[in-house]
């Protein structure tokens, strides 16, 4: 804090008639910003019409605070930008839910078929991640395409959203089904990690498409005609999963930069 | 409304054009929307007129980095934003206004316009202010915590603008604002324009030369992506002849331009 101004000066600076050189009305206002007691030695050297003149005026400002709109009370408005997201993934993620409960009770049923729930496994958040980014199902898109936000960190925030439900659910139904709980839940995250690193090259929708439909293609198709499980799935196999994991999702975060922009791919 | 003015936003600017395009080639799908467009916009409201198909949309597409250019340079407030670049620093400063603007329909105006204040990063503290002041720009501040289904097209439009400016950008992308506007609000809409463009680059995609004469202070023109004209409304007037259609000498100035264009196209 500088010293404080001459009183004599403040006199001064208070009337309007009195002459004052520039420089010394500077100093005296940025001292006045910061010192209420110099402020009140201000308000006491202003003539009386000044001080009617101010005494109207916070009497209408008063007035119109009390008149005027209410202000808005502050909510936690970091909930609202997900509740959209909630609304529109509800249905995909109850059938997937409801697809892995069918498996787990399919299992219980059938003993002489391989284990349904570790063969949906890999595609159970397939269809939760392609409706979180897809152009179609958020009409918000262009507009969020173009703001610094948008990105890979979005869609991984979504894809989290996502596996939030996913995952659980696949816990619960491998420990219903009495299967490793590391051969279902890495190749969940293998193949959303897959979907993201396919999806910055032909968008997360299409990817999320092929990937699943190559899934049910190779590996589950032979495998409920054989009634063996395959290979990919035994015991042992934990590891691959893992490093694959690890490296599509370093792969991934190396292509950010294709999520930045609208594509016509999503 | 007062606000205080931060020491990086009196800084001088060290490029000489907000908007930079050379050579501009952009694609709608397969087609080549914009084809080797030289732009250069400075402060002030610029008005983007053409025909339909010129590749006005696609234009305000790219500029607002919603889309990768397929060639050319283009840059934004001094910095390259065509290849790999970073774009996020570029999109701080951006307001964009697409001309079909989706929204999620159980949002209040509020909510709306404070998620795309968050999604373009603006500090936490700053947000409720800004998104207030806004909203109260555009005029709907009776109608801020009315949900976006039940605003009215004109409304909607207005709702748009106040996510574009929400951020004080620095360019500002229109496209089509005043579609669905009433003449009332078509006059409060042009005052606010001449407004925003007094420290900031404002590009306003429209179909209505009125509005362009009357509230810009530059006229561009594109057809069939590439620049036709770039001049003053005052100059745009003079353009036209008698013989030239249009109801308004600013009419006949664009409809002049045009067949010019057309006529030296088809040499």
């Known amino acids: 804090m500088t010293t404080h101004p001459n009183p004599t000066v403040i006199t001064r600076y208070a009337d309007p008639a009195a002459d004052l050189d520039e420089v010394t009305v500077w100093a005296?206002?940025?001292?006045?910003?910061?010192?209420?007691?110099?402020?009140?030695?201000?308000?006491?050297s202003t003539a009386d019409d000044t001080r009617a003149l101010l005494a109207r005026v916070a009497a209408g400002i008063d007035d119109g605070i009390t008149t005027g709109p209410a202000p808005e009370r502050r909510r936690s408005w970091s909930a609202t930008p997900q509740r959209w997201l909630v609304w529109h993934l509800v249905p995909w993620l109850t059938m997937t839910v409801g697809v892995l409960a069918c498996a787990v009770l399919l299992q219980a049923l059938t003993p002489g078929l391989?284990?349904?729930v570790s063969l949906l496994a890999p595609v159970a958040p397939l269809p939760g991640v392609a409706i979180a980014w897809s152009r179609r199902h958020d009409p918000a898109w262009e507009l969020i395409a173009g703001t610094p936000a948008a990105g890979l960190t979005m869609l991984l925030r979504r894809t989290a959203a996502v596996l939030a439900v996913v995952v659980p659910?696949?816990?619960?139904?491998?420990?219903?089904?009495?299967?490793?709980?590391?051969?279902?839940?890495?190749?969940?995250?293998?193949?959303?990690?897959?979907?993201?690193?396919?999806g910055a090259f032909v968008g997360v929708r299409r990817a999320a498409l092929g990937l699943g439909t190559?899934?049910?293609?190779?590996?589950?198709?032979?495998?409920?005609?054989t009634a063996e499980l395959p290979v990919v799935l035994r015991a042992?196999?934990?590891?691959?999963?893992?490093?694959?994991?690890?490296?599509?999702?370093?792969?991934?975060?190396?292509?950010?930069d294709n999520f930045r922009r609208l594509s016509s791919h999503n | 409304m007062m606000r205080t003015v931060?020491?990086?936003?009196?800084?001088?600017?060290?490029?000489?054009?907000?908007?930079?395009?050379?050579?501009?080639?952009?694609?709608?799908?397969?087609?080549?929307?914009?084809?080797?467009?030289?732009?250069?916009?400075?402060?002030?409201?610029?008005g983007l007129l053409g025909p339909n198909g010129a590749g006005k949309t696609t234009l305000m597409r790219a500029l607002a980095t919603v889309v990768k250019p397929a060639g050319g340079r283009l840059t934004l407030l001094g910095e390259a934003v065509?290849?790999?670049?970073?774009?996020?620093?570029?999109?701080?400063?951006?307001?964009?206004?697409?001309?079909?603007?989706?929204?999620?329909?159980?949002?209040?105006?509020?909510?709306?316009v404070e998620y795309m204040a968050w999604l373009k990063e603006m500090p936490k503290a700053a947000v409720p202010g800004a998104v207030q002041r806004a909203i109260d720009r555009v005029g709907l501040t009776a109608k801020a915590g009315a949900r976006m289904k039940t605003l009215s097209g004109g409304m909607l439009r207005r709702a748009g603008i106040a996510q574009a400016i929400v951020n004080d950008p620095a360019v500002l992308l229109l496209d089509e604002p005043t579609v669905g506007l009433d003449p009332e609000q078509r006059l409060d809409f042009?005052?606010?324009?001449?407004?925003?463009?007094?420290?900031?680059?404002?590009?306003?995609?429209?179909?209505?030369?009125?509005?362009?004469?009357?509230?810009?202070?530059?006229?561009?023109?594109?057809?069939?992506?590439?620049?036709?004209?770039?001049?003053?409304?005052?100059?745009?007037?003079?353009?036209?002849?008698?013989?030239?259609?249009?109801?308004?000498?600013?009419?006949?100035?664009?409809?002049?331009?045009?067949?010019?264009?057309?006529a030296e196209a088809g040499r």
């Open chain 1, 28 to 44: 005296v206002e940025v001292h006045l910003e910061g010192c209420a007691d110099c402020r009140a030695l201000v308000a006491g």
């Open chain 1, 114 to 116: 391989p284990s349904l």
């Open chain 1, 169 to 198: 659910a696949l816990a619960l139904a491998s420990d219903r089904a009495g299967i490793s709980l590391a051969l279902t839940l890495l190749p969940c995250l293998a193949f959303t990690a897959a979907t993201i690193a396919l």
């Open chain 1, 214 to 225: 190559a899934w049910a293609l190779a590996v589950i198709m032979p495998a409920v005609v």
């Open chain 1, 236 to 256: 042992g196999s934990s590891p691959g999963w893992a490093l694959l994991t690890l490296t599509l999702a370093g792969f991934a975060l190396l292509r950010a």
């Open chain 2, 6 to 46: 931060s020491a990086d936003e009196t800084a001088p600017t060290t490029h000489p054009w907000a908007v930079h395009a050379e050579e501009l080639r952009v694609r709608a799908g397969r087609h080549l929307a914009v084809d080797g467009l030289d732009l250069a916009l400075g402060t002030g409201v610029h």
């Open chain 2, 82 to 112: 065509d290849g790999r670049a970073d774009l996020r620093r570029v999109r701080r400063g951006l307001g964009y206004l697409p001309q079909q603007f989706g929204f999620y329909p159980r949002f209040t105006v509020r909510e709306f």
């Open chain 2, 190 to 262: 042009r005052e606010l324009l001449r407004d925003l463009g007094v420290d900031s680059c404002v590009l306003v995609s429209t179909h209505l030369v009125e509005d362009v004469v009357v509230a810009c202070t530059d006229v561009v023109l594109i057809n069939e992506g590439r620049l036709v004209y770039q001049g003053t409304p005052d100059d745009l007037v003079t353009r036209g002849g008698q013989g030239d259609a249009g109801d308004s000498a600013a009419e006949r100035g664009y409809s002049a331009l045009l067949r010019r264009h057309r």
